[in-house]
């Protein structure tokens, strides 16, 4: 804990020196029980009791990490549009900047599309294979349409792609977790990358899961919106794929 807690600080003193910090809470629980009473504190997201589906595995539970970690970051969509800034920068606790990582940052979001809405500044490399030239290539340099599934471990929202992401939360039982509910909306929104082998300026450091994927159970306990529609972005997005 005292590792995660000092890689946090050090990213939170990189960004600090060019960036102003967004004032928005994490959440944090004990337990999978404890998620009921958290979202009773944080109304506006609904999520589904049995979980999000999974290849041949429909509804496999929640972990104790992945609807707070979803919350904090819905949270920190709302409170950035309550600012005047054009975009906002989320990490990961698991995040090293390298030495150059921040004017690296700053020089791949000078080359995004006029219409962006996610930037993903990074891809780990177990997704390089995803990356197809025909489909996620838009020019020759190193940015590309998202290719990856997983790992937000440095991601920056725009304020129309904050919109569409709260807006999309808050429409529906949710039945992702934060990084299928972003990367499954490739074909929505306009989500962006680093193509494969291109400099990243961010690693991920290999530490003990805080989302904690060792115990995963459904939760009887939430009591959705049922008259809002039941929408997997993961479950979507494979049906259309194979069309």
């Given at each position: 804990?005292?590792?995660?807690?000092?890689?946090?600080?050090?990213?939170?003193?990189?960004?600090?020196?060019?960036?102003?910090?967004?004032?928005?809470?994490?959440?944090?629980?004990?337990?999978?029980?404890?998620?009921?009473?958290?979202?009773?504190?944080?109304?506006?997201?609904?999520?589904?009791?049995?979980?999000?589906?999974?290849?041949?595995?429909?509804?496999?539970?929640?972990?104790?990490?992945?609807?707070?970690?979803?919350?904090a970051?819905?949270?920190?969509?709302?409170?950035?549009?309550?600012?005047?800034?054009?975009?906002?920068?989320?990490?990961?606790?698991?995040?090293?900047?390298?030495?150059?990582?921040?004017?690296?940052?700053?020089?791949?979001?000078?080359?995004?599309?006029?219409?962006?809405?996610?930037?993903?500044?990074?891809?780990?490399?177990?997704?390089?294979?995803?990356?197809?030239?025909?489909?996620?290539?838009i020019?020759?340099?190193?940015?590309?349409?998202?290719?990856?599934?997983?790992?937000?471990?440095?991601?920056?929202?725009?304020?129309?792609?904050?919109?569409?992401?709260?807006k999309?939360?808050?429409?529906?039982?949710?039945?992702?977790?934060?990084?299928?509910?972003?990367?499954?909306?490739?074909?929505?929104?306009?989500?962006?990358?680093?193509?494969?082998?291109?400099?990243?300026?961010?690693?991920?450091?290999?530490?003990?899961?805080?989302?904690?994927?060792?115990?995963?159970?459904?939760?009887?306990?939430?009591?959705?919106?049922?008259?809002?529609?039941?929408?997997?972005?993961?479950?979507?997005?494979?049906?259309?794929?194979?069309?």
């Amino acid at each position: 804990m005292k590792e995660r807690q000092q890689l946090f600080d050090n990213a939170r003193e990189v960004l600090s020196k060019e960036y102003e910090e967004l004032n928005s809470p994490n959440f944090y629980v004990n337990s999978l029980g404890d998620i009921p009473g958290m979202l009773a504190q944080t109304p506006g997201l609904n999520f589904h009791p049995d979980g999000y589906w999974d290849t041949g595995n429909p509804a496999i539970g929640w972990t104790k990490g992945e609807i707070p970690i979803f919350v904090a970051n819905y949270v920190a969509w709302k409170n950035f549009l309550e600012t005047d800034h054009d975009f906002l920068i989320l990490c990961e606790d698991d995040i090293v900047f390298h030495r150059y990582g921040v004017p690296l940052l700053k020089h791949y979001m000078a080359m995004l599309p006029e219409d962006w809405d996610v930037f993903s500044f990074y891809c780990p490399t177990g997704q390089y294979f995803k990356y197809r030239d025909e489909e996620h290539k838009i020019g020759d340099g190193p940015i590309s349409r998202a290719y990856q599934d997983h790992h937000l471990l440095c991601y920056v929202v725009s304020r129309k792609g904050a919109e569409n992401l709260i807006k999309d939360a808050e429409s529906h039982i949710i039945m992702d977790p934060i990084d299928w509910f972003i990367f499954y909306q490739n074909d929505i929104l306009n989500v962006y990358t680093v193509k494969p082998r291109e400099e990243h300026g961010v690693m991920s450091v290999e530490l003990d899961s805080t989302v904690g994927h060792s115990v995963r159970c459904p939760l009887p306990e939430l009591e959705p919106d049922t008259s809002l529609p039941l929408v997997s972005h993961w479950q979507r997005w494979h049906a259309k794929r194979v069309k």
